[in-house]
């Protein structure tokens, strides 16, 4: 397909604001009052700090996790407004959008009702099939969104559990129940993997049922998204995508990964990028200054530079 997608990850929220996720999780702890018994912070995988506040708190507190995530989506609405970004990235000519955060920036630019919901099918826990159509335009929040909040991916038991439901749906079948008629759903992956001619079929008729189908058919420009090795969904997407075109011969979409850094990388940063490149993501590095706050000049270019069409 000619079409391109946007992955927008938290990096333009920051751009206006300097509340980040360590942030978020900074006041999850002292409104869940585990500060005294959560230590070396720092040290902990995201997604497995997120299992401990939890834990500890329904230890202590006896609090039930959808009380946890409503206190995490009002903290997104609350913390994080729009900015001239996200206006400027809703000109793009692209197919659709992904994000990976929780809140309705994009929307807000249009209307401050967060858009209409446009979901494929109803999910209460998992994205897959979760977006908004914002004026005439698909936004798929594919990590949850603040108005649903049981929906928000955060935990590593949640991440295990999309995982499972994703590698279901493009290798095996959905079953859902809607206006009490069931129905399954097979992604259109499934034909191309298996008869290459058939992918033109599917090209025509643009049958597009997740997120997960735009990501793997489209070229992907990824812009600031850190892409934590805890995000285990997406890189999980990247490896399949790269292994399908070595595998059946079919040239899928390209991914494109914008990093913008402030003055260095360290080794760290350049691994998880050399790994990336394996992976068939093309890489594209820019120096933002000293901080990340500083990056809108670099978000300007990446703009300016957007190719139009198709």
Avoid: C
């Amino acid at each position: 397909m000619d079409a391109k997608v946007l992955l927008l990850g938290n990096g333009i929220n920051r751009l206006s604001n300097e509340y980040s996720w360590s942030d978020l999780l900074d006041e999850l702890i002292k409104e869940t009052k585990t500060s005294e018994v959560i230590t070396y912070k720092e040290e902990k995988p995201f997604t497995l700090l997120y299992e401990e506040i939890y834990l500890r708190t329904l230890k202590h507190l006896r609090s039930k996790e959808l009380r946890l995530k409503k206190e995490i989506a009002n903290l997104v609405l609350n913390k994080f407004t729009p900015n001239e970004f996200h206006t400027k990235i809703l000109d793009l000519d692209v197919e659709a959008i992904l994000t990976t955060n929780y809140d309705y920036n994009l929307e807000r630019i249009f209307d401050d009702d967060h858009g209409r919901s446009a979901n494929v099918l109803t999910e209460r826990k998992y994205n897959l099939f979760r977006r908004r159509n914002v004026n005439g335009r698909y936004i798929w929040h594919i990590h949850g969104e603040a108005d649903a909040p049981n929906s928000i991916t955060l935990g590593h038991e949640h991440y295990v559990g999309y995982l499972q439901k994703m590698g279901n749906y493009l290798k095996d079948k959905i079953t859902s129940k809607r206006k009490g008629e069931q129905k399954e759903i097979r992604s259109p992956i499934q034909m191309a993997i298996h008869r290459q001619e058939e992918i033109r079929a599917f090209d025509k008729a643009k049958t597009i049922y997740s997120w997960v189908d735009l990501f793997l058919m489209n070229d992907v420009y990824i812009l600031g998204l850190a892409l934590d090795y805890t995000e285990i969904d997406l890189w999980w997407l990247m490896i399949f995508k790269e292994r399908l075109k070595r595998e059946t011969g079919f040239q899928y979409g390209d991914t494109m990964y914008y990093k913008f850094y402030p003055h260095t990388l360290d080794k760290k940063e350049e691994a998880k990028l050399s790994i990336m490149e394996s992976f068939g993501v093309n890489i594209i590095k820019k120096d933002v200054g000293k901080n990340y706050e500083n990056a809108g000049d670099a978000y300007d270019v990446f703009i300016n530079k957007f190719p139009k069409g198709g």
